[in-house]
């Protein structure tokens, strides 16, 4: 009998642990175009999921989102805003590390959701907050609407116009911890942001400002300028102001400075790469402010080879969401050439944002042996020039030649013999 109780307790267990172990998050399946995804993601994870382990992409067109990751207590806490276009996406967990029914596990972990209806009414940024003090949070309505919020004790009724208001709440009341919710509705539409407080510890300051991915991979044609764009966002409460971008990477040119970055928005930058060197060149890519710092890792690879480019379009993430059709460009002829940006889109294209002209029939190529040829010229024309000029008499040598001339012929003849008396 006691056997029979101990193998029952065995099997409970090892049919129980699958389901205690497994990766859990609470993703809905569908939301409604510029809606705040606000999800947890539980599991027995070996290390530290960060927000740069975090990616959006929809087919294999990687999209930039504004979102973030803090992990409070034992649960994370992921929020994101959606964009305002209908598909389908993917989040993914990249290189997650955990146990599962006791299996160590190392993988992508993928979760599909759809992006679909009528825009949402409002969207809140950010969708999780730490604090220790005060808290600030954006609305941003689509149309005006009559919001109702309640947090702690204390319920309220505020109009938002069409736009961007920011709502202040206070933690005054509270002492020590407090792991609570803010609740935001307006018609159907109702959010309840996490708000975990830490009135009387030392919190960690997480970081405001980041790039929307930690590691970028590209691949470019040799003497191709190509355009890429990179994301950048401040997912802090305060505003960022006087960004700029350095690198070791020389062919590499930085975007332009950042006058100002506002709390919970993000800013695509600019940058055009441009290759005559075969090979991988790799280095890091810096936002700076102030005495901040804040890095992504690129790594380029120059080649000559069209297909291992478009190798790169098919196989490799796409860099553009955007189509050549969106971006109002052009893909240009075998023997045109773009005097404007050349963009990688989702729709795997070259596209050209500006006008494709002839290429010049005097090309690169051409351009150098002409120099050459002209460069010989001028060598042997100046060798001659010397040659005659040293053989070029002044005038003063050319008088005194023709005196001499002239004397020897008129100069009385010698005769030969002896002279005699008559």
């Avoid at 792991?179 to 539409?189: I, Q, S, V």
């Avoid at 708000?195 to 470019?220: G, M, P, Q």
């Avoid at 190529?365 to 060798?383: D, E, Q, R, Y």
């Amino acid at each position: 009998m006691k056997k029979r109780a101990i193998f029952l307790v065995l099997l409970a267990i090892i049919l129980f642990l699958p389901l205690t172990l497994a990766i859990e998050i609470t993703l809905k399946q569908e939301y409604k175009p510029g809606e705040t995804l606000i999800a947890t993601i539980e599991g027995n994870f070996l290390s530290q999921i960060k927000p740069e382990n975090i990616l959006f992409y929809s087919g294999r067109a990687y999209i930039p989102m504004i979102y973030d990751l803090a992990k409070i207590q034992d649960k994370y806490y992921l929020y994101a805003i959606l964009p305002e276009k209908e598909r389908n996406y993917t989040l993914i967990i990249k290189n997650a590390r955990y146990y599962e029914a006791g299996q160590e596990k190392t993988q992508d972990l993928q979760f599909d959701f759809l992006v679909k209806g009528n825009s949402s009414l409002f969207s809140v940024n950010p969708g999780f907050i730490i604090t220790n003090k005060e808290f600030k949070i954006k609305i941003e309505a689509r149309k005006t609407i009559n919001l109702k919020t309640k947090f702690l004790n204390s319920s309220e009724e505020t109009t938002i116009p069409i736009g961007t208001k920011t709502l202040s709440f206070s933690v005054s009341p509270v002492q020590g911890f407090l792991f609570t919710t803010l609740t935001l509705e307006a018609f159907d539409n109702k959010y309840e942001v996490p708000v975990a407080i830490f009135k009387e510890e030392d919190i960690e300051v997480l970081e405001s400002l980041r790039f929307s991915k930690s590691y970028f991979n590209f691949t470019v044609l040799e003497n191709k300028e190509f355009y890429f764009p990179l994301t950048l966002i401040n997912t802090g409460q305060e505003d960022i102001k006087n960004i700029s971008f350095s690198s070791n990477l020389k062919i590499l040119k930085l975007p332009e400075p950042i006058p100002l970055l506002e709390a919970g928005k993000s800013k695509e930058i600019l940058f055009i790469v441009n290759s005559s060197e075969i090979g991988i060149k790799e280095d890091f890519l810096y936002a700076n402010y102030g005495k901040n710092k804040y890095s992504a890792f690129l790594s380029i690879l120059t080649t000559k080879n069209q297909s291992e480019f478009q190798e790169f379009i098919e196989e490799t993430e796409i860099t553009q969401g955007e189509t050549c059709t969106e971006l109002n460009g052009k893909v240009c002829k075998e023997k045109e050439e773009c005097d404007g940006l050349t963009k990688i889109t989702a729709d795997g294209k070259f596209c050209c944002v500006g006008n494709c002209k002839k290429e010049s029939s005097f090309g690169l190529g051409k351009t150098i042996s002409l120099i050459i040829i002209i460069l010989v010229l001028a060598l042997i024309g100046f060798f001659i020039f010397r040659k005659l000029k040293a053989k070029r008499k002044s005038a003063e040598e050319m008088i005194e030649e023709k005196e001499k001339e002239y004397e020897s012929r008129f100069k009385p003849k010698e005769l030969k013999g002896s002279l005699t008396k008559v």
